[in-house]
């Protein structure tokens, strides 16, 4: 790459950046109704000028011109198609359905969008600064607090009958087409990169040191709550196998320069660090981190995000002992 060539790559990237941030300010600013569409425009304009940065990297800056036509750039479907290949890949399906909901949502302003494309919208951010690191090691975390890339989600919500009382009837097929499009993608992707809910949870227990912040009763208020029991689906609450925790600690280590070692030597997490994990605490039946799925005689484990922070957790306190501490605390 000559300078030229460099210019324009970190001039991309900085832009892409700005959009990136853009969008997220949209779209965790309460007082826009028009949030779901703004965000979708930013967000794809980050995803465009990223792409194009990774081909110029990886190709030449001619890359990123249509061939018949060398004063016009590729278009962000084509990015797309040119750096992940396969058509199949959940990360590319959530960008191709968020560049429709950009392309559509000019002629159908629906203020429920929301309730369809949370999900898609959290873990297109997620692979935005994924990819942002895996192709330019830029770590967006040194522009935007980490907490800022968690967006501020208030669907409420609509039932198909609101639906259709609120809007035109062209208007309200549409959006109901959509969101059964879109969930049944989400039945057949399962996967993280294509649509992830992140939901906070509250309960009542009798340990303060078991919580993760605290409330306090008050017998004077005129508000009356009760508490139930609700079932949560595990598929939500539980959704890594042991191959995706592996992934997300390697990916988190990597991102935060933490350099894993063993016996003085640098290493990555591997299955049989997990497996030292998981035997010392006794992961599977704590029901924050392991859930068991039983068909039959079967039993599967699948676990939770929770998992991975705390392992990640566990090494950045010492990421040169850890493992080799677990070995022998096991072994006693």
């Known amino acids: 790459m000559n300078e030229q060539e460099r210019a324009t790559y970190e001039r991309l990237l900085d832009k892409a950046q700005e959009a990136f941030v853009l969008a997220l300010e949209i779209y965790n600013r309460p007082s826009i109704r028009y949030r779901v569409e703004g965000f979708s425009f930013f967000i794809c304009n980050a995803w465009e000028l990223m792409l194009k940065a990774r081909i110029i990297d990886r190709d030449g800056v001619e890359k ?3 061939p018949d036509n060398p004063n016009r750039t590729l278009s962000l479907e084509r990015c797309i198609a040119l750096v992940f290949t396969n058509e199949k890949d959940p990360l590319r399906r959530n960008l191709m359905d968020i560049i429709q909901l950009r392309n559509t949502s000019t002629h159908f302003i629906v203020e429920e969008h929301e309730q369809i494309y949370c999900g898609l919208f959290q873990s297109c951010v997620n692979n935005f600064d994924d990819k942002m690191y895996e192709y330019h090691a ?5 522009i935007v607090p980490s907490h800022f890339l968690t967006l501020s989600m208030t669907a409420d919500p609509a039932t198909p009958d609101v639906i259709r009382a609120k809007y035109s009837p062209e208007v309200a097929e549409r959006f109901l087409f959509d969101e059964a499009e879109i969930e049944q993608e989400q039945i057949l992707q399962d996967n993280l990169r294509y649509s992830t809910v992140m939901i906070t949870e509250v309960a009542i227990v009798k340990n303060p040191k078991h919580a993760d912040f605290t409330v306090a009763y008050d017998n004077t208020s005129d508000k009356r709550i009760r508490t139930a029991k609700v079932f949560q689906d595990p598929i ?5 196998s042991v191959k995706k925790i592996i992934e997300h600690v ?12 063993a016996g003085g030597v640098s290493k990555n997490f591997t299955s049989g660090d997990w497996a030292l994990f998981m035997k010392f605490y006794d992961l599977k039946n704590n029901r ?10 079967s039993e599967i484990y699948t676990y939770s995000m929770k998992t991975v922070d705390f392992i990640v957790e566990q ?17 006693k």
């Open 138 to 142: 830029r770590n967006l975390s040194d």
């Open 64 to 66: 990123i011109y249509y």
């Open 288 to 297: 924050d981190y392991g859930y068991c799925h039983k068909v039959g005689n």
């Open 250 to 261: 390697n990916r988190k280590l990597e991102k935060s320069g933490i350099e894993l070692k």
């Open 236 to 240: 939500n609450t539980h959704p890594l």
């Open 315 to 331: 090494i950045s306190a010492n990421p040169e002992g850890v493992i080799d501490e677990l070995k022998g605390l096991i072994k």
